[in-house]
């Protein structure tokens, strides 16, 4: 899973991304004319993991991760002109968004617009996804108009253009009323048949709220960010310290900050509703492992993401949930009470689920 983290110059992207990555990467005001991204790949908390490792007793754990990628800041107008080509690369290839809105207070870094609203600033950055991709529509409309132009064209050419084209058209109008792509509602097939475009406001955006160090959490309900986003708020720069102190010294201040947990797990968690996203895991003398497969996953297309020789030789999958393996307290007695099935290739896989894929080679 890769998320793209966004935002305004000086909304504290940067600070977000140290805070979710445990990272230290240089943030400074914003100067213009240099384009970064700086990249960290993190671990997935899930202590459903870290139990099976201590309960299994196997050597290894291995968990999911997370690929978290800071953009550099986007300017106001970049939309309308159409994102150069290395900013339009560097948030396409992310399968989500965070968009990072300023809330906190700093006379040492001005907020570019003079004040500080941060669901102006949201709005903002969606309208420059939003004209970015009615800039890439209106170019693919008039490549398909010229094409139409064209007098031997094959009538079932003219017919797969004419259906592209009236698609389109769909799009616009809804791109013109300012509203992102992800909030159209779009059949499966019509959503795969677009994805070479890359639209930028067709992939799900979680808003995080950066708040100041003792900024009491804000009233998020302003903020109607539609299907398939969702938002949250963090104080960025407490937490992004908090990440790189010792367990003990961090446990401290979270109990004075009034912090349950940090952000990373929230933000994960978060952010794999967003994608539809499960966890399933698997495990043998060596190691126990955590995969990150879509919600709709079944049986087979988990075992691909293990292997593809397995999804090819797939033959049944042993399951069970690592709940009733922890009420159990053991495989043996799991198997005991029938808690162990036995399931086919359309098997659902859920959230949690133990797999022991059996295969022929």
């Known amino acids: 899973m890769k998320i793209g983290i966004i935002g305004l110059p000086n909304s504290g992207k940067t600070t977000v991304f140290n805070a979710l990555t445990r990272g230290q990467a240089e943030t400074t005001s914003f100067a213009g004319g240099r384009f970064e991204v700086h990249t960290a790949v993190v671990n997935v908390p899930d ?18 991760q997370v690929t978290y990628n800071d953009i550099a800041g986007l300017e106001r107008g970049a939309g309308e002109r159409g994102f150069s080509g290395a900013l339009l690369n560097a948030i396409s290839a992310n399968d989500a968004l965070l968009l990072v809105v300023r809330a906190f207070e700093n006379s040492d870094v001005p907020h570019l617009e003079g004040s500080v609203d941060p669901v ?38 003219r017919a797969e253009l004419e259906e592209e084209q009236a698609f389109m058209e769909r799009l616009r109008a809804h791109l013109e009323a300012g509203r992102p792509l ?11 048949g677009i994805r070479h475009f890359a639209f930028l406001s067709l992939k799900p955006l979680l808003v995080v709220v950066n708040l100041g160090d003792e ?20 104080r960025g720069r407490l937490e992004a310290e908090l990440a790189v102190m010792n367990p003990e010294e961090a446990a401290e201040f979270m109990e ?22 499960k966890t399933f895991f698997t495990f043998n ?6 995969w990150t497969v879509p919600r709709e996953a079944t049986a087979v297309e988990a075992a691909g993401a293990i292997h593809s020789d397995m999804a090819r030789g797939f033959i049944r999958a042993e399951v ?13 007695e799991a198997r005991k009470r029938g808690l162990v099935r036995l399931e086919g290739k359309e ?11 059996r295969f022929s080679t």
Do not use: C
């Open 47 to 64: 202590p459903r993991l870290d139990w099976l490792h201590e309960h299994l007793k196997v050597p290894r754990k291995v968990p999911a």
């Open 120 to 157: 102006r600033d949201w709005q903002a950055v969606e309208t420059e996804l939003v004209l970015n991709d009615l800039l890439a529509v209106e170019r693919r409309l008039e490549r398909i108009a010229e094409e139409l132009r064209k007098q031997n064209l094959p009538r079932t050419r």
């Open 182 to 192: 992800r909030a159209l509602d779009l059949s499966p097939d019509e959503e795969k």
């Open 215 to 234: 900024q009491p959490e804000p009233d998020l309900s302003a903020f109607e960010v539609g299907p398939r986003a969702a938002v949250t708020s963090l």
């Open 256 to 277: 004075a900050y009034g912090l349950k947990e940090l952000s990373l797990s929230r933000v994960i968690r978060m952010s794999y509703d967003l994608l539809g996203l």
């Open 285 to 290: 003398e060596k190691e126990v492992r955590a």
């Open 320 to 332: 069970i949930h690592v709940d009733d393996l922890r009420a159990a307290g053991s495989m043996a």
């Open 347 to 357: 098997y659902i896989v859920r959230d949690g689920d133990i797999l022991t894929i």
